[in-house]
């Protein structure tokens, strides 16, 4: 199973736009790849995923237990290469040794690793940095390095005279900065590829650039190289559902874990996109689903299109099971302010939503369910989750019902999260479909109990 894992030394170091550009590139060569993305990230996913033209996959310690992140990656590499993109430093995590970093990912997974360095402002510097790094954990296999944000050729001449003079580590590649190299930045992270039109093309251009200054052929064979992955997993079995569930998927709404979106499908459910943006109302469906985004983005056109805010603020209202999550909430909400301006909303939660210059609620959440939720049969259940969100809830009024006790993390107000009305969920974390957390299936009984 050919695979490894690209990491960097820092955040920002452009490993997002290298794997984009190495993962496009091979594929214009003919081979299949098979993008990953470490921790709990949708947007670099959505761009890898459109690089390899396949669904990208989630490793993330926090939600899954270390063989279902093996059988994670094991289940959908068959035939690929596969390239894991880290978060982060290689040796960054949540746990102060390191039991949750890139580098104990790569060793779970017998990946090899190719350093990415941004080079900006350091010559000789690389080669102290590189042997710490061989040095701080010797049972992480850096098979190679790139080179990024090179000035020029007399800067990857001096940069390339120091790691071959003091370092036993391949230099793939030598990265030229690059205006075409550049995606749009936002507080997340990347501008995600479903707000931009031109993301294919962009994409396009940055494979061209990446196949001619990057060593793609050793590459393959560092790829080549890693460990068979031998998990524990059971083949699951999927109890079938005839249902139909609503979810949006447009330039406002489009976070959405892969794996979560197959085991919707395993169950048998058919999945119906609609837009909240265009479509004028929800389509035939038993259940809704509104996963994250960037409604405050598109808020003047969400606001614009009352046929849908009114068809679904409908549906709720007559007990349709529904589900939503942060950019979801938002939506629901009477109302978006931004950049002080203010739109309406679906108006079917009970608060407003009001941006703010900084993070809210940012990182792993654990949520505990408590007697209102109205999904889960078993009370006291602790839920892994995360959440980055820049919004606050304001005016909302005296017995609010929620489903959640916020145990790590901010939630709806920093005690509670997952607003309650009717059939509705809408909660500020996100959740993951893992061994210790099968919201799905619990969803579609509730969705099944109420068709």
Partial sequence: MAHLLLSAANKSSGKTVLSIGICA???????????????????????????TKRSCYNLDFWTQSEDEIKSTLSANSQDAISIIEGNKGLHDGLAADGSNSNAALAKLLGAPVILVLDTRGTIRGVAPLLLGYQQFDPAVNIA?????FVG????AAKLRAVIERYTDIPILGMVQRSKELELVERYLGLMPCNEDNAADLKITRIAEIIARQVDLETIIAIANTASNIQSDDKQKTFKRYDLKIAYAN?????FYYADDLDTFRQHGVQLIPFDTLHDQELP???????GGGFPEKRMHKLAENTNMKQSIRNAVENGMPSYAECGGLMYLSQSIKYKNQQC?????????????????????????SIQQ?????????????????????????????????????????GVNDGIVYKNLLASYAHQRNTQQNQWISNFLEFVKSNK
């Fill in 344 to 368: 309406e909303m679906v108006s079917i939660i009970k608060a407003d939503i009001e941006m703010h210059e900084k993070p809210i609620g940012r990182g792993y959440t654990l949520l505990q």
């Fill in 250 to 254: 447009d330039e406002a709404f489009g």
């Fill in 152 to 155: 020029g050729e007399r800067h």
């Fill in 284 to 290: 035939d469906a038993d259940a809704l689903f509104i």
């Fill in 25 to 51: 590139a091979l594929r214009e060569q003919g081979f299949t790849l098979q993008s990953f993305k470490k921790g709990p990230d949708y947007i670099d996913p959505m761009w890898l995923a459109k690089a």
């Fill in 373 to 413: 939720h109205p999904w889960y049969t078993m009370q006291n259940t602790e839920v892994p989750g995360h959440e980055f969100h820049y919004s606050k809830l304001s005016n909302t009024p005296c017995g609010t019902k929620f489903a959640y006790q916020v145990n790590r993390g901010f939630g709806a107000n």
């Fill in 144 to 148: 190679g390095v790139i080179l990024n």
